[in-house]
């Protein structure tokens, strides 16, 4: 790639020798030193960047829970899936068992996104009840927040659903289960 660069041709003129030499030295000083600052001081290392990987997903999840967010699923997919991929491109030098936590990490936050967005969109739903419709937007504005006790929260709101009655075999029972299912793993602790 730098051949070009370090022959310097040009269709119109000559190159001596000290200019080559001079600008060849030049040139290949500062893509050694661009080498080394990458290797010394910015090292890459999979905990650092798994460290930030987790702080963005965080956010994402916190700004996926805003009513007025507009993710659709395929673009959080598609988010994540690169992220995704990055780790395993990284992760090479790694123990195996690291990888898979990483990897299974990422999927975990990856399901939880599709299940807040899922119970964002529910809340237009017209068939759900209102109370149902107020205690989402509670849930949803505490996983916004970021609070550090939102799962706990979480579970107590699925512990209150679990105990209401909903006719059985009507569309409201299967969206209720399903909001249960969604629920009970957003209230699953990242581990």
């Known amino acids: 790639?730098?051949?070009?660069?370090?022959?310097?041709?040009?269709?119109?003129?000559?190159f001596d020798e000290q200019s080559f030499f001079n600008t060849i030295l030049a040139f290949l000083g500062a893509v050694l030193f661009a080498r080394w600052t990458f290797?010394?001081?910015?090292?890459?290392?999979?905990?650092?960047?798994?460290?930030?990987?987790?702080?963005?997903?965080e956010k994402s999840l916190n700004h996926l829970a805003r009513t007025g967010d507009r993710t659709l699923p395929h673009i959080w997919l598609s988010r994540n899936a690169e992220s995704l991929v990055r780790i395993i491109n990284t992760s090479k030098s790694l123990p195996q068992e690291k990888t898979e936590h990483y990897i299974q990490e990422?999927?975990?936050?990856?399901?939880?996104?599709?299940?807040?967005?899922?119970?964002?969109?529910?809340?237009k739903d017209k068939t759900l009840p209102e109370a149902l419709k107020t205690e989402l937007k509670k849930i949803l504005r505490i996983w916004a927040s970021?609070?550090?006790?939102?799962?706990?929260?979480?579970?107590?709101?699925?512990?209150?659903?679990?105990?209401e009655d909903f006719p059985p075999s009507t569309p409201a029972q299967a969206l209720m289960e399903k909001i249960c299912t969604y629920l009970h793993v957003l209230a699953a602790p990242m581990k």
Request: proline share 6%; net charge positive; no cysteine.
């Open 39 to 57: 290797l010394i001081i910015f090292p890459f290392r999979l905990d650092s960047h798994m460290r930030r990987t987790r702080r963005w997903i």
């Open 106 to 123: 990422q999927i975990l936050y990856m399901v939880k996104g599709l299940y807040l967005i899922f119970l964002r969109d529910t809340l």
């Open 1 to 14: 790639m730098f051949l070009p660069v370090l022959l310097g041709p040009a269709n119109q003129g000559r």
């Open 146 to 163: 970021g609070s550090p006790v939102r799962m706990q929260q979480t579970q107590d709101f699925l512990n209150r659903l679990k105990q």
